[in-house]
């Protein structure tokens, strides 16, 4: 396995570590410093030339992230590594994939462009946000989807009597689709919002058949929290007997801890495409690893074989 290395950033080292178990490669040596103004200094501590080179980060907040990436990316490129992955568990900044309103960044894009110039010749994500950024690439895009990890989970609780639950009119394809996976009679119930600024939402309505039955809320991220618990208590007031929740990336920034912990929620399963601060754990967090997908992926790609069944969704 010589020719294959697998490199982890800051954002992204215990997923890494899992992904080297899964896979039999262990993670290459690297060294992060910073000079005394605070600025990066990244270095491949090992001969990466000719090699097939795969690096995870994910890229959430801090923006530092990104730019660790970037830096890591250059230095495989110029150390001759024959080709070089972007592994990206959580694509940051893919919310603001176009211009919604006057004078405003196409932020997506952007991280696109400084992905590719850097030198990445592929990128692994998972569950973007909005599935037309892979689009903004001029290089291949392999989005995997975390629905297998959640059907494995909630398929040994032999759900009886549950409705999922789309937080939005957009995301109900792939709830249907999601439901679908669960158990083909399984409903689908759509909570009608509108939103009013960035991390506000007011609920309007519950499309579809609540009433006493199990709600499982189904969302690709979890910022505030606030989209989810008005959507939880949106189910419960339409006679919802309990809810659950599953998202797959749990940014839970601010009080959105607090929120899940206060609100009818008993449960709300994630991944760990970004590795949770002590202070965001709560008792009512469950994690699911997705290193086996990424790890599935990395070897399919290394040995150039289909992922199709990987990244492939069902929808309605």
């Known amino acids: 396995m010589d020719d294959i290395k697998l490199f982890t950033g800051g954002s992204s080292q215990e997923l890494t570590k899992k992904i080297s178990k899964k896979i039999g490669v262990s993670v290459g040596r690297s060294t992060v410093k910073r000079f005394a103004d605070g600025e990066l200094k990244i270095k491949i501590e090992e001969n990466i030339r000719g090699r097939d080179v795969f690096i995870v980060q994910s890229t959430n907040p801090p923006a ?33 994939d176009r211009k919604d309103e006057p004078r405003v960044p196409i932020s997506a894009k952007l991280i696109a462009n400084l992905l590719t110039t850097s030198g990445a010749n592929r990128v692994l994500t ?3 946000h909005a599935e037309q950024i892979q689009g903004f690439f001029d290089i291949p895009v392999d989005n995997l989807y975390a629905v297998p990890v959640f059907v494995e989970y909630y398929q040994k609780l032999k759900l009886k009597n549950y409705v999922v639950v789309s937080p939005d009119l957009g995301r109900a394809n792939r709830v249907r689709g999601f439901a679908q996976r669960l158990n083909k009679d399984l409903p689908i119930a759509i909570v009608d919002k509108r939103r009013t600024g960035p991390n506000q939402a007011l609920v309007l309505n519950v499309i579809g058949e609540v009433e ?6 189904y969302d690709d991220m979890l910022d505030t929290g606030g989209t989810m618990v008005q959507g939880a208590q949106a189910v419960i007031e339409k006679g919802a007997k309990e809810v659950y929740a599953c998202v797959v990336h749990p940014l839970l920034s601010r009080d959105a801890p607090k929120k899940v912990t ?46 199709s069944s990987l990244f492939k969704e069902v929808e309605g």
């Open 64 to 96: 530092e992230n990104i730019l660790e990436l970037l830096l890591f990316i250059d230095a495989a490129r110029r150390a001759s590594a024959e080709r070089i992955t972007a592994v990206i568990p959580y694509f940051g900044y893919a919310r603001q």
């Open 212 to 217: 006493g039955k199990a709600a499982l809320i």
């Open 262 to 307: 206060d609100s009818p929620i008993k449960e709300l399963v994630v991944t760990d495409t970004i590795a949770l601060l002590p202070e965001r754990q709560i008792e009512k967090i469950k994690v699911l690893s997705v290193a086996g997908l990424l790890g599935d992926a990395i070897m399919r790609i290394h040995r150039s074989e289909s992922i």
């Open 126 to 128: 998972m569950d973007l």
